[in-house]
């Protein structure tokens, strides 16, 4: 399936007006589970680095981390960077006239070769590197990008299942990806090749979590890029479906899970 049509399709509805895609950010907050779980890494450097720090989105996409980073501490500097130029123009149009403007910032560019060196406090890279063949380029870029001591955070789908991959034979859910997911033992790898230490990886996407993602994002997906008359209904499906998704989250969260279809990892420089 191919998800970046139906991204577009959204994306000219929430441009239309600056509460719209407002409150588009907000449900993707409540909607997405990795947002939880990166939102949850995200608070814990924040507790550790109080004050100004600079930080990168790195294939910020839509934009609604890099205005979540913002709102989490409004003496960072947030460079949301992606490769799509209509996305970037939407997100810096977004923040003009907000009182984010001068704080965010959006920027085109390539993350394979993209490094602005020992600038940032701290990198995230979300639903990012399953989509970039030369993933070692990235990940020595952000390296080299990273202060020293500076962190960073990915969010990507894992080798057990990601992608909705459960079989070898099996195709990626989205067709956009060049990569199914990531094993603990290679992604650590490439970090440290990279240069990177302290990387600690946990598993996400547990049982509660897969159950999650099918019913808040799989199924809706699929009828949207079905057609987008499903749109009509989708807030009736919502209704219904939420509180049992916005459960299977909460445990998820705060489950230690022995494998699962995404990984959060984390490293220093």
């Given at each position: 399936?191919k998800?970046?049509?139906?991204?577009?399709?959204?994306?000219?509805?929430?441009?239309r007006?600056?509460w719209?895609?407002?409150?588009?950010?907000?449900?993707?907050?409540?909607?997405?589970?990795?947002?939880?779980?990166v939102?949850?890494?995200?608070?814990?450097?924040?507790?550790?680095?109080?004050?100004?720090?600079?930080?990168l989105?790195?294939?910020?996409?839509?934009?609604q981390?890099?205005?979540?980073?913002?709102?989490?501490?409004?003496?960072?500097k947030?460079?949301?960077?992606?490769?799509?130029?209509?996305?970037?123009?939407?997100?810096?149009?977004?923040?003009?006239?907000?009182?984010?403007?001068?704080?965010?910032?959006?920027?085109?560019?390539?993350?394979?070769?993209?490094?602005?060196?020992?600038?940032?406090?701290?990198?995230?890279?979300v639903?990012?590197?399953e989509?970039?063949?030369d993933?070692?380029?990235?990940?020595?870029?952000?390296?080299?990008?990273l202060?020293?001591n500076?962190?960073?955070?990915?969010?990507?789908?894992?080798?057990?299942?990601?992608?909705?991959?459960?079989?070898?034979?099996?195709?990626?859910?989205?067709?956009?990806?060049v990569?199914?997911?990531?094993?603990?033992?290679?992604?650590?790898?490439?970090?440290?090749?990279?240069?990177?230490?302290?990387?600690?990886?946990?598993?996400?996407?547990?049982?509660?979590?897969?159950v999650s993602?099918?019913?808040?994002?799989?199924?809706?997906?699929?009828?949207l890029?079905?057609?987008?008359?499903?749109?009509?209904?989708?807030?009736?499906?919502?209704?219904?479906a939420?509180?049992?998704?916005?459960?299977?989250?909460?445990?998820?969260v705060?489950?230690r899970h022995?494998?699962?279809?995404g990984?959060?990892?984390?490293?220093?420089?």
């Open positions: 399936m998800y970046d049509p139906v991204k577009s399709r959204i994306g000219r509805i929430v441009n007006r600056k719209l895609r407002k409150l588009f950010y907000r449900l993707l907050d409540i909607l997405l589970l990795r947002t939880w779980h939102k949850r890494a995200v608070k814990e450097f924040a507790d550790e680095r109080p004050g100004e720090a600079e930080v989105d790195a294939g910020s996409g839509f934009g981390y890099s205005w979540r980073m913002w709102r989490m501490n409004r003496q960072w947030v460079l949301g960077l992606d490769v799509k130029e209509e996305q970037v123009a939407d997100c810096n149009r977004f923040v003009a006239g907000t009182q984010a403007e001068g704080k965010v910032r959006f920027m085109t560019g390539d993350l394979t070769r993209y490094s602005d060196e020992n600038r940032f406090d701290m990198i995230l890279s639903d990012v590197m989509h970039i063949e993933d070692n380029a990235v990940f020595r870029n952000f390296y080299l990008s202060l020293n500076g962190e960073l955070i990915i969010s990507t789908p894992s080798d057990r299942g990601g992608s909705d991959v459960q079989h070898e034979h099996e195709d990626s859910f989205i067709d956009e990806h990569r199914d997911g990531y094993g603990v033992v290679e992604i650590e790898g490439k970090l440290r090749a990279a240069g990177f230490r302290d990387i600690r990886t946990r598993y996400t996407y547990g049982r509660p979590g897969k993602w099918k019913i808040s994002m799989k199924w809706p997906v699929l009828m890029n079905a057609s987008m008359l499903f749109a009509v209904i989708l807030p009736f499906y919502y209704i219904l939420m509180p049992f998704a916005l459960v299977l989250n909460m445990f998820d705060g489950m022995s494998e699962g279809t990984l959060l990892v984390r490293a220093k420089k």
